[in-house]
């Protein structure tokens, strides 16, 4: 089936350390975003990427770094510059621009002990 | 720059009657706008949007929103709901020109009471 998978669903980090948030999706789309949501505030955009090798930050990449090396991957990591990570991430697709439909990912939940 | 707001964070309502969700937005340039739900610990599903065209948009349980240009809204709703609607909705505005980015309101917790 086509979509897209992230993974771990679950992930738990101690104070101090980076963590991947792995992304893969299988529907050809060559825009993929990471999205954070918290309680309350809705779903936030941290990077974006519209084509391979190109990425460009949203509105709070601050803490966060991502690659695009391949057009069906794009992981995002949270260092430990990262002062709130405690949330659920989306990862998303779309084929490109003009209204496409973004199509979102099961999400991960990282919680930071 | 894009803002979405909306109005009521929870609403409940009772089975079988009707519901409205509230979206407003503002934006410097013109928009498509999305409709999105949201099940407990999942992703979004595409619930619908408007793109062009009629102003009057549906999906395909029953939902349907309609843009009003002059007001900058995009209200959701349903003639009678299930419990199966309960879930959290967003909406979402995505600029016509550049980068296909959405913007997202704060959600509206739907709750479907028996």
């Known amino acids: 089936d086509g979509g897209i998978t992230q993974s771990p669903k679950y992930l738990f980090r101690k104070e101090g350390q980076n963590v991947t948030l792995s992304c893969e999706q299988n529907?050809?789309?060559?825009?993929m975003y990471w999205y954070r949501q918290d309680p309350g505030q809705g779903l936030r955009l941290i990077y974006y990427s519209q084509i391979v090798n190109d990425f460009q930050k949203g509105d709070i990449a601050e803490g966060y770094s991502v690659s695009r090396e391949k057009k069906e991957s794009f992981p995002l990591t949270v260092t430990s510059a990262q002062k709130n990570p405690t949330a659920f991430y989306l990862c998303?697709?779309?084929?490109?621009?003009?209204?496409?439909?973004?199509?979102f990912g099961e999400g991960s939940w990282l919680t930071v002990v | 720059a894009q803002s979405v707001t909306q109005l009521d964070s929870q609403v409940p309502v009772f089975e079988e009657a009707p519901v409205e969700l509230r979206c407003n937005y503002s934006?410097?340039?013109?928009?498509?706008l999305f409709w999105y739900v949201q099940y407990p610990n999942q992703g979004l599903q595409l619930l619908l949007k408007?793109?062009?065209?009629?102003?009057l948009v549906e999906s395909i349980n029953g939902f349907e929103a309609e843009f009003n240009k002059s007001q900058t809204s995009f209200h959701l709703r349903k003639p009678s709901v299930h419990i199966s609607d309960t879930a959290e909705y967003f909406c979402?505005?995505?600029?016509?020109?550049?980068?296909?980015?959405?913007?997202f309101g704060t959600g509206t917790r739907l709750t479907v009471i028996p």
């Open positions: 934006s410097s340039v013109s928009v498509y």
């Open positions: 979402a505005v995505s600029p016509q020109t550049g980068a296909n980015n959405l913007f």
């Open positions: 529907l050809n789309h060559d825009a």
């Open positions: 408007y793109l062009s065209g009629s102003t």
């Open positions: 998303a697709s779309s084929a490109g621009f003009g209204g496409n439909t973004i199509y």
